[in-house]
């Protein structure tokens, strides 16, 4: 059958549209790939030939509220393999063996893996002495990745509050943990290329992925009272050797935490040799017991504040005992104090005098103030592991539970919430959260990303109240059961606790958490310092014996430190037998020896220089010191 040429025309026609037609979609295609597709496909290749040498970033420091270095990092180079690379496996082996003290079958087995690139557990955070012996060996495979080490400088100082990061630079405990996410930054790396035999592709540069160093973080403590702090816990633990000591300061106008410490501690580089109970139990914000009289001061402030009581004009009779709901309760004072005013009540740290305070408030009252000054609930403070204490359920208080109460037994609670309270009583009325995180910043810039500001919760009780109960505190140690936290210049408040501990439902003999919590100065609180120690052995379990020494101590040293100045207007200290006259030191600048021979002073004189006329004297004047204590004269010629 013959075609014609039309249909021959027709056909080749069609045939060269649809030849066009292949074409186009070939080249729409392969412009499609080379144009939209190529960088994908061609980052792809490069992930098949990638190997990556992981950069680690520096965790944040965290600093003082001063600058001072708490916890930083240390360089500690880290041993990569890349299995492929590896020409004789078995010569690597035996090397990196010898050098990374590790049995040499273990290092075969790691640098023979079916793996783009294996991390050497025993080469992990190496010295650079040993990272140098490593390199010097010259194995083709074998990579020292930059990382680095937690490094803490004052070793246990702080230890319960830094708490500790792990090998991998996470967050394990205390801040490193709270702060994880901010302090921990993000990975960098070097990537190199291997073809598909693992051999390095020398033609193509590496990548470099730089690290993004975590953030620092300022804390609001203050190095120069958590040292005094460090050092007073040090001489009790030497002193009484108890089961336990707990230490808190803190600024009662605003929650910064200011010094935190506990025995026992540790040291946060070699955690892994303390038993888990140490480390992990931050005592201050997670221990929970009776706080003996320190509560007192809870009652006294709903006594004040609802009206129930007048200090100076309201007297009370104190026979030892009174008899509450068939149960005899007794006061610490053998036969009572007799007859007193409330303000001597609360001096004398009376149970039997606040059994009568309860009394008058009624328990719904008591235990809504108890509850308003943040009892029974977390402060909030942030850190992890905070306990919360126990209180009886109203419908559950009789007057046994209402009496015990009201002088700090019964109830359980923790060493933070009663800073907290105890810092709303003298600052006016406000109950803060505590916390101890003040800023997040960007190491590299400088700039502040986070700043917290003081979280005010409620106000609890007025100024006039809170005057009051600072006045009451005051008179407590100077003429009361505080007086060993008597600090000659400055205005300390405060009062004595003394617990029994309880086991099974029973209480322990001999054996008291004695606890003291002071505040100065007294017109105007800038330090609330709270010490409780756990069983103090070779001693009389009082807390005015044992802890109120330990607070003056700390209060003092830390006001100098603060640039307190002293007060004039301090309550003269009552003596008792057993305290040293105080003497206020004249001026003496001006005086000649004949002067001075003529001046009668209990005072030992230390002379320096070869005039006649005294030009300099250490202390300064108005300064009060114990009998027989020193001075230093500069004598010159005028």
Same mark, same amino acid.
């Given at each position: 059958?013959?075609?014609?040429?039309?249909?021959?025309?027709?056909?080749?026609?069609?045939?060269?549209?649809?030849?066009?037609?292949?074409?186009?979609?070939?080249?729409? =295609?392969?412009?499609?790939?080379?144009?939209?597709?190529?960088?994908?496909?061609?980052?792809?290749?490069?992930?098949?030939?990638?190997?990556?040498?992981?950069?680690?970033?520096?965790?944040?420091?965290?600093?003082?509220?001063?600058?001072?270095?708490?916890?930083?990092?240390?360089?500690?180079?880290?041993?990569?393999?890349?299995?492929?690379?590896?020409?004789?496996?078995?010569?690597?082996?035996?090397?990196?063996?010898?050098?990374?003290?590790?049995?040499?079958?273990?290092?075969?087995?790691?640098?023979?893996?079916?793996?783009?690139?294996?991390?050497?557990?025993?080469?992990?955070?190496?010295?650079?002495?040993?990272?140098? #012996?490593?390199?010097?060996?010259?194995?083709?495979?074998?990579?020292?990745?930059?990382?680095?080490?937690? +490094?803490?400088?004052?070793?246990?100082?702080?230890? +319960?509050?830094?708490?500790?990061?792990?090998?991998?630079?996470?967050?394990?405990?205390?801040?490193?943990?709270?702060?994880?996410?901010?302090?921990?930054?993000?990975? @960098?790396?070097?990537?190199?290329?291997?073809?598909?035999?693992?051999? %390095?592709?020398?033609?193509?540069?590496?990548?470099?992925?730089?690290?993004?160093?975590?953030?620092?973080?300022?804390?609001?403590?203050?190095?120069?009272?958590?040292?005094?702090?460090?050092?007073?816990?040090?001489?009790?633990?030497?002193?009484?050797?108890?089961?336990?000591?707990?230490?808190?300061?803190?600024?009662?106008?605003?929650? #910064?935490?200011?010094?935190?410490?506990?025995?026992?501690?540790?040291?946060?580089?070699?955690?892994?040799?303390?038993?888990?109970?140490?480390?992990?139990?931050?005592?201050?914000?997670?221990?929970?017991?009776?706080? @003996?009289?320190?509560?007192?001061?809870?009652?006294?402030?709903?006594?004040?504040?609802?009206?129930?009581?007048?200090?100076?004009?309201?007297?009370?009779?104190?026979?030892?005992?009174?008899?509450?709901?068939?149960?005899?309760? %007794?006061?610490?004072?053998?036969?009572?104090?007799?007859?007193?005013?409330?303000?001597?009540?609360?001096?004398?740290?009376?149970?039997?005098?606040?059994?009568?305070?309860?009394?008058?408030?009624?328990?719904?009252?008591?235990?809504?103030?108890?509850?308003?000054?943040?009892?029974?609930?977390?402060?909030?403070?942030?850190?992890?592991? #905070?306990?919360?204490?126990?209180?009886?359920?109203?419908?559950?208080?009789?007057?046994?539970?209402?009496?015990?109460?009201?002088?700090?037994?019964?109830?359980?609670?923790?060493?933070?919430?009663?800073?907290?309270?105890?810092?709303?009583?003298?600052?006016?009325?406000?109950?803060?959260?505590?916390?101890?995180?003040?800023?997040?910043?960007?190491?590299?810039?400088?700039?502040?990303?986070?700043?917290?500001?003081?979280?005010?919760? =409620?106000?609890?009780?007025?100024?006039?109240?809170?005057?009051?109960?600072?006045?009451?505190?005051?008179?407590?140690?100077?003429?009361?059961?505080?007086?060993?936290?008597?600090?000659?210049?400055?205005?300390?408040?405060?009062?004595?606790?003394?617990?029994?501990?309880?086991?099974?439902?029973?209480?322990?003999?001999?054996? +008291?958490?004695?606890?003291?919590?002071?505040?100065?100065?007294?017109?105007?609180?800038?330090?609330?310092?709270?010490?409780?120690?756990?069983?103090?052995?070779?001693?009389?379990?009082?807390?005015?014996?044992?802890?109120?020494?330990?607070?003056?101590?700390?209060?003092?040293?830390?006001?100098?430190?603060?640039?307190?100045?002293?007060?004039?207007?301090?309550?003269?200290?009552?003596?008792?037998?057993?305290?040293?006259?105080?003497?206020?030191?004249?001026?003496?600048?001006?005086?000649?020896?004949?002067?001075?021979?003529?001046?009668?002073?209990?005072?030992?004189?230390?002379?320096?220089?070869?005039?006649?006329?005294?030009?300099?004297?250490?202390?300064?004047?108005?300064?009060?010191?114990?009998?027989?204590?020193?001075?230093?004269?500069?004598?010159?010629?005028?």
């Amino acid at each position: 059958m013959r075609v014609s040429n039309v249909t021959v025309r027709k056909r080749l026609t069609a045939a060269l549209f649809v030849g066009i037609l292949v074409f186009f979609i070939i080249d729409l =295609r392969l412009g499609y790939v080379q144009f939209f597709l190529g960088n994908m496909l061609t980052d792809g290749a490069k992930e098949l030939w990638s190997r990556d040498i992981p950069f680690e970033p520096e965790r944040g420091e965290i600093v003082d509220r001063n600058g001072v270095p708490l916890a930083t990092n240390v360089s500690a180079p880290t041993v990569y393999v890349v299995p492929r690379q590896i020409k004789d496996p078995a010569d690597a082996a035996e090397k990196l063996a010898a050098v990374l003290n590790m049995p040499k079958e273990k290092a075969y087995e790691l640098i023979t893996k079916r793996a783009s690139s294996v991390k050497i557990p025993q080469g992990r955070k190496i010295s650079h002495e040993k990272a140098k #012996e490593i390199r010097a060996l010259g194995i083709e495979g074998v990579y020292i990745g930059e990382d680095s080490k937690r +490094h803490y400088p004052f070793g246990n100082y702080l230890s +319960h509050v830094l708490g500790f990061a792990g090998i991998d630079n996470q967050g394990l405990m205390g801040l490193e943990l709270y702060y994880d996410e901010k302090l921990k930054g993000k990975k @960098g790396s070097v990537k190199f290329y291997a073809n598909a035999k693992g051999e %390095r592709m020398n033609d193509m540069a590496d990548d470099y992925k730089p690290p993004v160093d975590g953030m620092d973080l300022k804390l609001t403590i203050d190095s120069k009272i958590q040292t005094i702090v460090e050092r007073e816990l040090d001489i009790a633990q030497a002193e009484y050797n108890p089961d336990g000591i707990i230490a808190i300061a803190m600024n009662p106008n605003n929650g #910064e935490v200011l010094a935190m410490s506990s025995r026992p501690d540790f040291d946060p580089a070699n955690f892994k040799n303390v038993p888990p109970e140490i480390y992990n139990r931050n005592l201050p914000i997670w221990s929970t017991y009776e706080p @003996g009289s320190t509560f007192k001061i809870i009652t006294l402030a709903a006594a004040l504040e609802e009206g129930k009581v007048n200090l100076e004009k309201d007297h009370f009779h104190d026979p030892g005992s009174v008899e509450v709901g068939g149960a005899r309760l %007794r006061c610490w004072k053998k036969g009572g104090h007799g007859s007193q005013t409330y303000l001597e009540v609360v001096q004398n740290s009376c149970n039997p005098g606040f059994v009568e305070l309860g009394e008058r408030l009624g328990k719904e009252s008591l235990f809504k103030y108890i509850r308003d000054f943040g009892f029974g609930e977390k402060t909030g403070i942030d850190l992890q592991g #905070e306990g919360k204490g126990i209180l009886f359920n109203l419908d559950r208080v009789g007057p046994v539970e209402q009496a015990t109460t009201a002088f700090g037994q019964g109830v359980s609670v923790t060493p933070i919430q009663q800073v907290a309270a105890i810092s709303a009583a003298v600052n006016g009325g406000t109950l803060y959260t505590p916390y101890i995180a003040k800023e997040l910043i960007n190491p590299a810039t400088g700039e502040v990303l986070m700043k917290k500001s003081p979280d005010a919760k =409620r106000k609890v009780i007025s100024k006039e109240t809170s005057d009051e109960i600072r006045k009451a505190l005051e008179s407590v140690v100077a003429k009361g059961s505080g007086k060993k936290a008597f600090v000659d210049g400055y205005r300390v408040g405060g009062k004595t606790g003394t617990a029994q501990k309880a086991q099974n439902g029973r209480y322990l003999e001999n054996n +008291h958490i004695v606890s003291f919590i002071g505040f100065a100065p007294a017109d105007d609180p800038q330090l609330v310092v709270y010490v409780a120690v756990d069983n103090p052995k070779g001693t009389v379990q009082f807390g005015g014996v044992v802890a109120a020494p330990i607070v003056g101590e700390i209060m003092g040293d830390s006001l100098r430190a603060m640039g307190v100045k002293p007060r004039k207007n301090q309550i003269e200290k009552e003596l008792t037998w057993m305290d040293s006259p105080m003497i206020e030191v004249p001026d003496m600048v001006g005086m000649t020896k004949k002067d001075l021979g003529e001046l009668y002073l209990n005072l030992k004189i230390d002379a320096s220089g070869t005039g006649d006329t005294v030009v300099k004297q250490t202390p300064q004047p108005g300064i009060k010191l114990k009998e027989g204590s020193t001075i230093r004269l500069y004598f010159d010629n005028k």
